[in-house]
């Protein structure tokens, strides 16, 4: 059995959805035949906690100073020791890619898969963007171009990372979850039905407009509507909103039930009537995989790339601003029966036993791996249709025809030589 390494910043809760996408992925090949999974990832302070969650993968989580986390050494010499035919990092950013990137410099070394996770996408390169420029320069762009192949979850982050890093092979496969026990037809329902999100509390996901919109639609809470707002504060940014909250005077209406994992986030899932997810970026959320497989309607933006939620009619689609965001509030609350939100939640229930399960896309990514080491090339992987460099946020793009600079900030700085994604 060949033998695969994952690599990350972080192993535990801290890594948000990634911790249980990652986890998913590498217990779905630990499940078959062709793939001997571990994990490598530096130390946070809930990796000891969430140890077990790794149910018997083969767990390396790498102490180290400043200096340490600054150039990975630890990480490096751990994935050196496992002798892998294939390194697969997930994340681009932190101490677990400039490991990899001084381990990939050497030539003859491991295969490298790359999944960014959404790291890439136009917004997210806006948070904190000279330092992610810097980052680009330095390490970021070789490692990327060093790629085996770059694992994107959907559809629209290929295409993003295809301009990029123009021919870098690209395959498709999304996150999958373990599918619940359905809800039991005799559970009773609550007497207040809970709009839920659940997620990290982060200036990305949109929580400011929502909770403005909600605001502006009292009669979902005169309704019995209240929202319900789960996970961890990144950063500290949750005190603000709990002071708009208070500043609204809707503080009767919405509560924050903090970090909620594994049986807690069951017990707030089955405890909800429908899901909201107001992002501005996503690469592609186990959130609204998981509201789905709990049978819950959900509310989302694009920006969370799944349009086959609202294709079969799963989900209600909104923009992540106030107004957009205040007028499907008020549908949920006001426009659709009991019996109409069951049934979209069934149909997500059933397009994510259709599509999203670990088994399949444990198995779709074992092509993958087969594939850099000389198999059949998989139908998950895709071509290019934008070959064009995508500019970083950080770049200058003229109005007129002028010269562009691209990240080395070169003029003109041409793209290396096309080559089919794929081939």
């Known amino acids: 059995m060949k033998h695969v390494v994952h690599v990350s910043d972080s192993a535990s809760r801290l890594a948000g959805g990634m911790f249980e996408s990652v986890r998913g992925l590498c217990r779905s090949l630990a499940a ?10 530096a130390q946070d302070p809930h990796a000891e906690q969430d140890a077990a969650a790794w149910d018997g993968i083969p767990l390396d989580v790498v102490p180290g100073g400043k200096l340490d986390r600054l150039i990975g050494t630890r990480i490096l010499r751990s994935i050196e ?3 892998p035919e294939i390194i697969h990092l997930h994340g681009v950013w932190g101490p677990a890619s400039r ?12 295969g490298l898969v790359i999944s960014p996770r959404g790291m890439l996408e136009p917004w997210a390169l806006q948070l904190s963007r000279w330092k992610k420029k810097a980052a680009w320069l330095a390490w970021t762009h070789a490692l990327v171009e060093r790629a085996a192949i770059i694992h994107a979850l959907c559809e629209e982050e290929a295409e993003a990372l295809a301009r990029l890093a123009p021919g870098v092979p690209i395959c498709v496969i999304p996150n999958g979850i373990d599918l619940p026990e359905p809800r039991a037809p005799e559970e009773p329902a609550s007497s207040e039905r809970i709009l839920l999100f659940l997620g990290r509390i982060h200036p ?3 929580l400011e407009p929502l909770i403005e919109a909600w605001a502006r639609v009292p009669l979902a809470a005169a309704l019995g509507w209240r929202l319900a707002i789960a996970g961890w504060d990144d950063g500290g940014y949750k005190a603000g909103l709990v002071a708009q909250v208070r500043d609204l005077g809707i503080a009767d209406s919405v509560s924050f039930l903090g970090p909620a994992f594994r049986d807690v ?21 186990m959130a609204v995989l998981e509201a789905w497989s709990f049978g819950l309607p959900v509310i989302m933006t694009d920006e969370c790339h799944l349009g086959v939620g609202f294709a079969c009619e799963a989900a209600l689609r909104v923009e992540p601003t106030v107004a957009s965001l205040a007028a499907g509030l008020a549908d949920l609350a006001t426009s659709r029966s009991a019996d109409e939100l ?17 088994p399949r896309i444990g198995e779709d990514m074992a092509d993958v791996y087969d594939w850099i080491v000389g198999g059949a090339k998989p139908m998950s992987i895709r071509r290019s249709d934008a070959p064009e460099r995508l500019l970083a946020p950080w770049a200058h793009r003229p109005a007129s025809g002028k010269i562009l600079r691209d990240f080395t ?11 089919v994604i794929g081939t």
Request: glycine fraction near 12%.
């Open 265 to 285: 986030k069951q017990r707030v899932f089955r405890s909800a009537a429908a899901f909201v997810l107001p992002s501005f970026s996503e690469g592609l959320p």
């Open 99 to 110: 490991a990899t990137w001084r381990l990939t410099a050497r030539h003859g070394g491991p």
């Open 204 to 206: 990305k996901k949109g």
């Open 409 to 419: 900030g070169k003029a003109g700085c041409p793209a290396r030589p096309q080559a």
């Open 81 to 83: 020791a496992s002798a």
């Open 32 to 41: 078959g035949d062709r793939w001997r999974p571990a994990m490598v990832a």
């Open 342 to 358: 069951m049934a979209m939640g069934l149909r997500g229930r059933a397009l994510v036993e259709s599509r999203f399960t670990w």
